[in-house]
C-alpha cells in the first residue's frame, strides 16, 4: 500500500515510521527545506520531549479534547519516544515539572534522533521543499494529492499532519485547514494556546522586563467573583503585558472559558499575584514591621529593597498611596496591612492574548467529532488521517502537545494496514 504523509514534524514523523513497520511504502513530504523545523525551538530550543508522568495523568494535562486522545496515548507513550531517542544515541534527563529533555540540552540532537529512525526504513521516501496544494478524492475516498507546481502524486492512504497556525516560520501556516474544509470537514475556531495575555500597559511597561519566580497566581473573572486558573511558578512582565509559564498555562483555560471575548471586552478578568504566597498576610506583616523597625529613620521610598525587586518597588509605593518620602516610623498600621493586601493580591487587568502566530500550540483545529479516536481516520473521507496539531486537541507545557503528536502520528501509521 502507497501511503503518502503531508508534513515532517513529530506528528508526519512518527506516522511516516508506524506505517513503514506496516510493511506500507511511505512518501513523506515537507514544504521546508528539512524536517522537524519546529522541534528545534521547542523548550527554547532544549526540546521538552514529553513528560515523566503516567499515560493516563497526560489527559488531565489536555483541557482541549483531551479523552479523543485514550487510544493514541496507550498506543505510543512518553517511554516509546523515549526509546527511539535512547536508542538512536541520546540520553534523556528529567527536570522540574517531570519535563523529559535530552542531556545534551540540544533539539538539533533530538531531530536527528527522529531523522536515524525514519532512515532506517527502506520504505520511506523523504522528499522537502514540495507543497501540497490539494488531496486528491474519487468516490468520497482518498486518491493521491496535487503539489502547487500541479503533479499528481498517487497514493491508497493520505496522512494530513501540516501543523497549526502558531509559529508560521517554522512552516505552520494553516495549510491543513484549507485542504480539509475543501474535502467537508469542519475547522473548529483556530486560536492561540499558551499564549502571553496582553493587559494594562502602562503598568506592564513600567515593569517590563522583570521575571517574578515561585509567585501565586489567580485569574479572576470580576463579574462573577470566580477564580478561573490557579497557578504557582513563574511570570514574566512584557511591553504588552505577561507572558511566563504561569500565564501561558493560564491562557488554555481561558479561551475556553464562557464569553471569555466579552469578558476581556469590558474588562472583568484581572491576573492576581501573591507576591509572597509562603507568608501568611500576619506572617508578611511581621515581616515588614521587622524592616520597618530597621528602617525607622528612612524615607519610605528606601524601606522595601529587602521584600521587592528594585523595579516594582515604584510601582508598589505608588499603589499604596504612602508618600515615598515619609519617614518610615510615621506610617499608621493602616497603611501597613493595605501595604501586605498590595504584596498578596497585585493586580493587573487582562484585556485579551496575543495572537496565535505567538503562541506556543494552536487551540482548534479539525473537529474531533468528525475523527475516528481510535485510527485518527477521517469519518467523512475514506482513507483520509489526521495527526498532531491540526486536530482540535491542546495541551499545557511540559512536553504534553509533543506527545500528542508523536502518539496521533503513531497512530494513524498504526491502522494503515
Request: net charge positive.
Amino acid at each position: 500500500m502507497k501511503v503518502i504523509v503531508i508534513g515532517g514534524g513529530p506528528a508526519g514523523i512518527m506516522s511516516a515510521i508506524s506505517s513503514a513497520q506496516n510493511g506500507n511504502d511511505v512518501i513523506l513530504i515537507e514544504k521546508n527545506n528539512s524536517l522537524g523545523k519546529k522541534i528545534l525551538i521547542t523548550g527554547k530550543g532544549r526540546c521538552n520531549i514529553t513528560s515523566s508522568l503516567e499515560m493516563d495523568d497526560f489527559i488531565k494535562n489536555v483541557p482541549g479534547n483531551g479523552r479523543f486522545l485514550y487510544s493514541a496515548f496507550q498506543n505510543f507513550t512518553n517511554k516509546d519516544v523515549i526509546k527511539i531517542i535512547e536508542t538512536n544515541g541520546v540520553k534523556v534527563k528529567e527536570e522540574r515539572g517531570n519535563r523529559i529533555f535530552p542531556v545534551t540540552d540540544r533539539a538539533q540532537d533530538v531531530l536527528d534522533c527522529f531523522i536515524k529512525e525514519l532512515k532506517k526504513y527502506k520504505n520511506i521516501q523523504i522528499k522537502t521543499g514540495i507543497k501540497v496544494n490539494k488531496i486528491i478524492i474519487e468516490n468520497n475516498e482518498v486518491i493521491g494529492i496535487e503539489t502547487v507546481e500541479e503533479k499528481r502524486i498517487l497514493g491508497d492512504k493520505v496522512v494530513l499532519a501540516t501543523g497549526g497556525k502558531s509559529y508560521p516560520g517554522t512552516g505552520s501556516t494553516g495549510d491543513g485547514y484549507v485542504m480539509a474544509e475543501k474535502l467537508g470537514h469542519k475547522v473548529e475556531k483556530i486560536r492561540g494556546s499558551l499564549v502571553p495575555l496582553t493587559g494594562d500597559k502602562k503598568l506592564c511597561q513600567s515593569l517590563q522586563g522583570l521575571s517574578l519566580r515561585n509567585v501565586k497566581i489567580k485569574i479572576e473573572d470580576t463579574e462573577k467573583n470566580k477564580i478561573i486558573y490557579e497557578d504557582f511558578g513563574e511570570l514574566l512582565f512584557t511591553h504588552f503585558g505577561v507572558s511566563g509559564p504561569t500565564i501561558l498555562s493560564s491562557s488554555a483555560h481561558l479561551l475556553r472559558y464562557k464569553n471569555i471575548d466579552i469578558l476581556l471586552k469590558e474588562n472583568k478578568i484581572k491576573l492576581v499575584i501573591d507576591l509572597k504566597p509562603a507568608l501568611s498576610n500576619e506572617e508578611l506583616d511581621k515581616r515588614i514591621i521587622r524592616d520597618f523597625e530597621e528602617f525607622k529613620n528612612k524615607e519610605f521610598k528606601n524601606s522595601l529593597e529587602k521584600l521587592l525587586p528594585k523595579k516594582m518597588i515604584d510601582v508598589v509605593i505608588k499603589l499604596s498611596k504612602i508618600d515615598l518620602y515619609r519617614k518610615v516610623n510615621s506610617i499608621t498600621k493602616e497603611e501597613r496591612l493595605n501595604l501586605v493586601n498590595i504584596f498578596k493580591n497585585f493586580e493587573v487587568q487582562i484585556d485579551g492574548f496575543r495572537p496565535v502566530e505567538e503562541a506556543i500550540v494552536t487551540a482548534g483545529g479539525i473537529n474531533v467529532k468528525e475523527i475516528n479516536p481510535k485510527t485518527m481516520e477521517s469519518k467523512l473521507i475514506k482513507g483520509l488521517y489526521f495527526a498532531g496539531e491540526i486536530i482540535d486537541v491542546d495541551a499545557y507545557t511540559g512536553g504534553f502537545n509533543l506527545q500528542i503528536a508523536y502518539s496521533t502520528g503513531y497512530t494513524a501509521g498504526l491502522n494503515i494496514i
